[in-house]
């Protein structure tokens, strides 16, 4: 359904990503890729999202590197320049759909990409809404109580990377400076929402984070 595209970032350089188009004037969603890259999986919830109705970019924040192997995929993430790819490459995508005629757009994505969500929330102008699955960023980096967007968060209770207690103290932030996040907790393990990955996905999980992602989206970027 989509197609790779360039898109300006706020420096004048370019940046690749997945573009799935819903046609003029539907709200816009930059989907935020996992540490492994920009893959089939994460084109694949963009082409999702385009189907829901909603136009959706996907930035290639790895530059064209993909990978399956764990090892590799901490690497990459953990050489990742986070400011960058939060201050040019998904503000530079929430700009490009914006500038095609998209309306109102969010910010979405998965592990890596939930705290890049995050990130984006609290730093990138004209976001109107953010989506954040299991992953929390430094709070250095992206305090939780800045976020100033409508916010909802799916998160494992099983999960050993984002933990519950990161959660709970997510939560306690936002609410402390009066937010009130939609946060929903499901009894199953990081990654669960990814169908790439047999070992984690759990179905049910799954399918109901994407109805309350949708709704939830629907609502705001309308």
Known sequence: ?????????????????????????????????????????????????????????????????????????????????????THQDIRGAVDYLRGVGAGKVAA???CMGGALTIAAAVHVPNLSAGVCFYGIPPREFADPANIHVPFQGHFANMDDWCTPAAVDALEAAMRARGA????????????????????????????LAWDRSVAFLAKHLA
Not at 39 to 60: E, S
Not at 62 to 73: H, P, S, Y
Request: net charge negative.
């Open 108 to 110: 979405m994505g998965f």
């Open 1 to 85: 359904m989509g197609q790779i595209i360039e898109f300006n970032r706020p420096d004048g350089s370019a940046c690749r990503g997945y573009l799935a188009n819903a046609g003029q004037g539907r709200p816009g969603v930059v989907v935020i890729q996992e540490w492994w890259g920009l893959n089939d999986q994460i084109c694949g919830v963009a082409d999702r999202f385009a189907r829901a109705g909603f136009t959706a970019l996907a930035p290639d924040l790895f530059k064209g590197r993909v990978t399956q192997d764990a090892d590799e995929a901490s690497h990459l993430m953990n050489g990742l320049d986070f400011p960058g790819a």
């Open 180 to 207: 009130t996040p939609e946060l929903h907790r499901y009894d199953a393990d990081h990654a669960f929402f990814n169908e790439r990955r047999g070992e984690v996905y759990d179905a049910a999980c799954a399918g």
